[in-house]
């Protein structure tokens, strides 16, 4: 007797139900990233650093290097293996394999913005957190070359016991934030070279802060006052994996992001090559396993990139 296995057009139900459930997943990582693409294990990434100033040539040409930055990104390889038992394949009477692929589509599709947030949960310590340099990706006083001080871990008040900021609280720390990337220099030492990213901004939030957030970058009025200054000022991404600290500390984090500029931002996404998607239904594989194998299977790493298109806030108490 002839062995049993599901027609071409149920795996192909299958696949395209579950790459239909992924691509619709939605995702903020994607707004967060330079990508890049990679052939090798490890890539060698290198950028040079800022163009000098122009200066008078009052006594002819005087040429000038350029900073070398290099770091290597090495791919890390992930994958989800799931089993839809035979009896589901034969009997399907209940959408079970929906159900199955639902779950499936539901553990795959947020995975990149946990790790982009475990990354950033990380960014002020200097093992999991450091950047290309060496030192924490977010810090007090770090510096590269002649930059001076460059702060992008920042604090403030929020009046409510939660440390939940107010529409007002929070423009406020986006007016002192916005003021402080503005003054980043670059390792020449000069300022302003933020300026092109800072054109778009994006804030990478907790959930429950949502509505303040809402209110003061949507809202056309706050309080009966136009809202000049908040309106469009940037577009919040609320994740969440970012980790909730209302009860055990009293604070809220935020994370602003100058995006406006492609070429380095604060979080690089490379990948080795697209999401694999397998469905192993041959009669062999579908009598080995009693069911139908599906895996999935990717290679890329995020990496942190240029630490001034990124500051750290953190609302307390």
Known sequence: MGAWYPTATTVRGIRGD?????????????????????????????????????????????????????????????????????????????????????????????????????????????????????????????????????????????????????????????????????????????????MLAMSRLRVIAEVIMTRPLREALQSTLIANTDNVFGRGLAEPDFNPYLTPDQVSTQTTTMYVHAVGAEDFRGIIYQERGPLEIVTFDDPHWLDFNNGLLITLRQRFAFAYGNFRRMVKHVFTT
């Open 18 to 194: 579950l790459e239909h459930r992924l691509n619709a997943f939605p995702q903020i990582w994607p707004n967060h990233v330079t990508r890049v693409g990679s052939t090798t294990k490890v890539e060698p990434f290198a950028w040079s650093g800022a163009v000098p100033k122009p200066r008078l040539m009052a006594d002819g040409r005087k040429i000038q290097g350029l900073g070398q930055f290099s770091f290597n990104i090495e791919n890390l390889e992930y994958e989800l293996s799931v089993l839809v038992d035979r009896v589901t394949l034969e009997d399907q009477q209940t959408s079970d394999v929906q159900r199955k692929l639902a779950q499936l589509s539901e553990a795959w599709g947020p995975f990149k913005d946990e790790i982009m947030v475990e990354m950033l949960e990380a960014g002020a310590g200097t093992t999991k957190g450091a950047a290309y340099d060496g030192a924490a990706f977010f810090g007090d006083s770090r510096t590269e070359g002649d930059s001076g001080t460059i702060d992008n871990n920042t604090t403030s008040v929020a009046a409510g016991d939660d440390a939940v900021p107010t529409s007002a609280e929070f423009l406020a720390a986006m007016n002192a934030i916005i003021s402080q990337m503005a003054q980043f220099g670059d390792d020449k030492g000069r300022k302003g070279t933020n």
